[in-house]
Structure formats: C-alpha cells, structure tokens
C-alpha cells in the first residue's frame, strides 16, 4: 500500500473515500472492504442497473434502438445494448444523457442520506469518477481517492471469465477512459491487487483503520 504525497483534502466531518483503477481490477471488492461493517458504498453500476431497467429508460432504449436490445425480461439487455452503442458515438451519447443524470441523482441521494445517519466511511465505487467529474463534482466530496492497481492481463481473464467479455475487450473500452497512470497520479493511496486474496484483504482493512484514525 503505497501513498502520494499529496494534500490532504477533508471537506466535512464523514469520512468519504473515492476507489480507482481499471475495469475488472477489484474496485468494488475494495470498496466493501473499506466501508466494513458500519459504513457504506455507493455503488454506481448498480444504481445504473436500476435506472437502465426502470419503465422510463426501457421504453426511450426500445424506442431508440428497438426491441432486439431488450432481453426476456423485457428490460434493456447490457450486453446487447452495449455492443449496439459502444462504437457509435451519437448513440452512446444519446444512452449516457438518459442515464447519467439520473444516476447521479440517485448518487447524491445516497451520499446525502448517508451523511444524515453519521454513516462512516462513506465509499464511492464509481467507475468513471474521475471522467466524469465536471458533470457530477463527487472528487471533491472524497476526502482520500485509493487506486487499485491490477495486471491488464489479470484483469482481461477476470473479465472474461465473470463477465463473459470476449479477450482484449477491458482494453478496448479502457481506450474511451483516462489512463491508469494518471488515475494512480490522482490517488491518494495505491493498494496492489497482484498476490492473494488475503493480501488483498490485509491491505485493505489496514488502509480503512489508517483513514478512519487519522
């Protein structure tokens, strides 16, 4: 676990941590590792699941792209949309502008709930945080930012393994996000996913006792 040298940035009295690193490298595994047992994550895929399934979103996707994008549920399918939209820039644009707004709403909710019970920490698993930031404005509601850092080629097999993606795909949409080296450069912390899950786990739950003592 290595820190950067850089200026503290506390806002308030919650603690809230911000997690970085690339697709598939363990954000959200850290994340639940460094709210334990009394704090929280605020896990952005999962809302965007929420709002990509709501009757709303369901109906604008079919509209836009057709009913061949919808799984059997009769909801969006992920996969399909996604390779519908990825590499056409009008139509990603045309999905992110229904879905980030609202997800960031639901963001905020989240995070300003939690700040209302004392909940602490408080951890934002957003996988564009940093590329998103003029739109949503949460690095300056973290205190510290951690970055994961993880073997492409690691994280390609976990991908392709939990997530079904074809090889080289965490590559070919990484292209469309900032660089690793400048998410590390942005971190506070580095915590090393490259041994076993209990060194993982070790440095985690050290970092978490570090930051809520400090």
Known sequence: MDKQPQQAK???????????????????YVASLLAGEKGAVIDADRLAHEVLA????TELVA????????GEDGRPDRSALAERV??????????EGWIHPRVRAKIQA??????AQEIEPVVLD??????????????????????????LEAR??????????????????????????????????????????????QSARALREQLLTS
């Open 110 to 115: 989240a995070l300003d709930e939690a700040m």
């Open 86 to 95: 990825f590499d056409d820039p009008s139509a990603r644009a045309r999905l």
């Open 126 to 151: 957003v996988p564009l945080l940093l590329e998103n930031d003029d739109e949503h404005g949460l690095v300056a509601k973290c205190d510290h930012l951690v970055f994961i850092e993880c073997d």
């Open 156 to 201: 390609d097999q976990r991908a392709v393994l939990s997530r079904g993606w074809s090889p080289g795909e965490v590559a070919h949409r990484e292209q469309s996000q900032n660089s690793l080296a400048d998410k590390k450069a942005r971190a506070d912390y580095t915590i090393e996913n490259r041994g076993s899950l209990e060194d993982l786990d």
């Open 10 to 28: 506390k806002q308030h009295s919650h603690l809230v941590i911000g997690v970085l690193g690339g697709i598939a490298s363990g954000k959200s």
């Open 54 to 57: 709501s009757k709303e979103v």
């Open 63 to 70: 509209e836009a792209f057709g009913k061949e994008v919808l």
